[in-house]
């Protein structure tokens, strides 16, 4: 089975541009999360989805940033316009329904550059 | 709020070192805690997990106990290899909630 997928693995854009990440999550998975790294600091959440409803966007950092996740399914990230500081690894994670096990599994992350 | 503090790296070990990562957590009530491993190139999978105090959780020769009066989840491995390279993240997680990270320690072992 394939696990959770993210698109583009790099990204390099100038200040001002605008980006799009995309998370594919483990079929059957309801739950879909994003979290980013910034360099040499700790792993943050950003937002959690159940389906297509925003559960929890307790963590996204100001109006810049917009997620969605249209059906259900995959989920985008955009940011737009990118600053300096937004450089960092996005990571997104999928999990079961609630009820089942709870584990997150991880993706490989996008590497976001802003010069 | 949660939150998990951990030694902060690099930590350099020679081969068959004796390996230990630090790992004290604050949350209420009962997470779970989990230690995660992000190798060069590649994502952020799990290594192992403890739900409830007195577990011990084990995977590829490490190993953490999940001690309750301490608030702490520390990683140990008794013989490092060059593959254990990699960067560790402590985390806990309450029920379906967001996973809280530590600040994660690079780990290099050389030969």
């Known amino acids: 089975e394939a696990g959770v997928t993210q698109f583009p693995s790099h990204s390099v854009i100038e200040k001002g541009q605008t980006v799009t990440l995309r998370c594919d999550p483990i079929s059957g998975h309801d739950n879909l999360y994003w979290y980013r790294r910034v360099m040499g600091k700790e792993i943050k959440f950003l937002l959690h989805f159940v389906k297509e409803s925003k559960q929890d966007e307790s963590g996204m950092p100001n109006n810049r940033f917009l997620a969605e996740r249209t059906g259900g399914t995959y989920s985008t990230l955009k940011v737009q316009p990118a600053e300096l500081e937004d450089s960092g690894v996005y990571f997104c994670a999928s999990s079961l329904p609630t009820g089942g096990p709870n584990e997150q599994f991880f993706g490989p992350g996008t590497r976001l550059t802003v010069l | 709020g949660n939150s998990v503090t951990q030694m902060e790296g690099p930590v350099t070990l020679s081969e068959e070192a004796f390996l230990t990562i630090n790992c004290t957590y604050t949350a209420t009530g009962y997470p779970s805690l989990f230690w995660y491993v992000q190798y060069p190139g590649e994502g952020l999978q799990l290594l192992l997990k403890?739900?409830?105090?007195?577990d011990k959780g084990s995977n590829k020769g490490f190993e953490a106990t999940y001690r309750k009066e301490t608030t702490s989840f520390h990683l140990e491995k008794g013989s490092v290899q060059v593959s254990d390279s990699a960067v560790y993240f402590c985390?806990?997680?309450?029920?379906?909630?967001?996973?809280?990270f530590g600040i994660g320690t690079k780990l290099q072992v050389i030969p």
């Open positions: 403890a739900t409830k105090a007195d």
């Open positions: 985390a806990l997680r309450k029920g379906y909630q967001k996973v809280t």
